[in-house]
């Protein structure tokens, strides 16, 4: 039932306070009723409103018909209404505009739509393909290894049958750091001119038998050209177990080409060296893009230099003498032998995805890269 003023039958205080705490309660009631704006309104209104709201009402019917004696504590009274309603509705006011408000967003916003999407950029052509090449050797059971691109001479060389002066070094163009003088040769340090050192590092930490490929990246001095690099990349591979033999090398490694550029390209293994594995061969796959015949139409074939070959990848079986420094760790070159292979991912990319300038994989040019997303 909607609040009426009652007229008050006399003005004590107690009557006075009673008829405070019903007109509260039946504020409180009224104040949970409206259903919309205008149902909020019309509420509004009732109590406020200066002709004949409620508020005016108790005015004339409490405060005017008191008698001279009893007005002023009825004056105070009708005040403490006043203040108490209208701080009611200053409260439900902020409520009616944040809600409105809130409305009219939603109106604005299509909530069905989309959202925005925020560009994430693209992997780089470089990256994806050493990913495709790990990812091809970790389906055959193969691990992830890393190690440290400012490398020791141990690691980068001496650990890996290169010994002190030996003229195979001159073959890395390798980057020194400076001010290394003062060091015993083997702590000096370099930029690593391979990611071979990674092999001896993961032996000292774990005992056979291991199957681990190496992502990374290595530094020679080399300057740019549209095939050569100061800074590229490599994956290496490494197993040692027992038995293990140049054929497990060859099913291996053909099977690797032939996952990451197609199932119709050939291998052929040649002879090779390198000082850290004995016998070494350097592995050419059929030129993907002639088939092999080194002409593409009338034009002669330039990836494989109308050979109808493109060299892959280094390879070999592990020296024993590397396995020397290792050998406290299990590495018995007597009881364990394995397999080794090293490759340009740069260049990897550059067959597969059809480049032909190096440098564009460093430029950073959004119109070249951006062909990758
Ligand atoms: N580390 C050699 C290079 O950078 C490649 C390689 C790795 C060769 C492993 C044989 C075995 O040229």
Redesign the pocket.
């Known amino acids: 039932m909607a609040y009426t003023v009652p007229k008050l039958k006399d003005f004590s205080t107690s009557t006075l306070t009673m008829a405070f705490v019903d007109l509260k309660s039946a504020f409180q009631t009224e104040t949970a009723l409206p259903n919309s704006e205008a149902e909020w309104k019309q509420f509004r209104d009732r109590w406020l409103a200066r002709k004949n709201g409620i508020l005016t009402q108790i005015n004339g019917l409490w405060l005017k018909a008191a008698p001279k004696e009893a007005k002023s504590e009825v004056g105070k009274l009708v005040n403490d209404v006043k203040r108490f309603v209208e701080q009611e509705f200053a409260k439900d006011r902020d409520w009616a505009i944040a809600a409105s408000s809130l409305a009219q967003t939603f109106q604005r916003i299509d909530i069905s739509l989309p959202g925005i999407c925020r560009p994430i950029g693209a992997e780089h052509p470089v990256l994806r393909a050493s990913r495709e090449m790990c990812a091809v050797f970790q389906r055959m059971g193969y691990s992830i290894a890393e190690g440290p691109v400012v490398e020791t001479d141990y690691y980068n060389f001496e650990a890996l049958n290169f010994p002190p002066n030996h003229p195979a070094r001159d073959t890395q163009d390798t980057l020194f750091i400076a001010g290394q003088q003062s060091k015993p040769q083997r702590e000096r340090l370099l930029l690593r001119?391979?990611?071979?050192p990674v092999?001896i590092r993961t032996m000292e930490k774990l005992p056979p038998p291991i199957r681990i490929v190496i992502p990374g990246v290595?530094h020679r001095n080399d300057p740019p050209d549209a095939s050569h690099s100061p800074m590229f990349h490599?994956i290496?591979?490494l197993a040692v177990d027992t038995n293990i033999t140049f054929g497990d090398l060859k099913g291996t490694l053909d099977h690797a080409m032939k996952e990451f550029f197609g199932s119709s390209v050939k291998t052929s293994f040649r002879p090779s060296f390198?000082p850290?594995?004995e016998p070494?061969a350097e592995l050419y796959i059929s030129c993907f893009i002639c088939g092999g015949s080194g002409r593409r139409g009338s034009d002669p074939c330039r990836p494989c230099k109308q050979t109808g070959w493109i060299e892959a990848?280094?390879?070999?079986m592990v020296d024993p003498n590397v396995f020397e420094f290792v050998k406290d760790n299990g590495y018995d070159p007597k009881k364990v032998s394995g397999f080794?292979?090293?490759?340009g991912v740069d260049r990897v990319a550059l067959l597969k995805y059809g480049v032909d300038d190096l440098q564009l994989f460093f430029q950073g040019d959004v119109r070249f890269l951006q062909q990758w997303a």
């Open positions: 001119t391979h990611t071979s092999q290595v490599q290496e591979g390198f850290f594995t070494s990848l280094g390879c070999g080794a292979f090293g490759m």
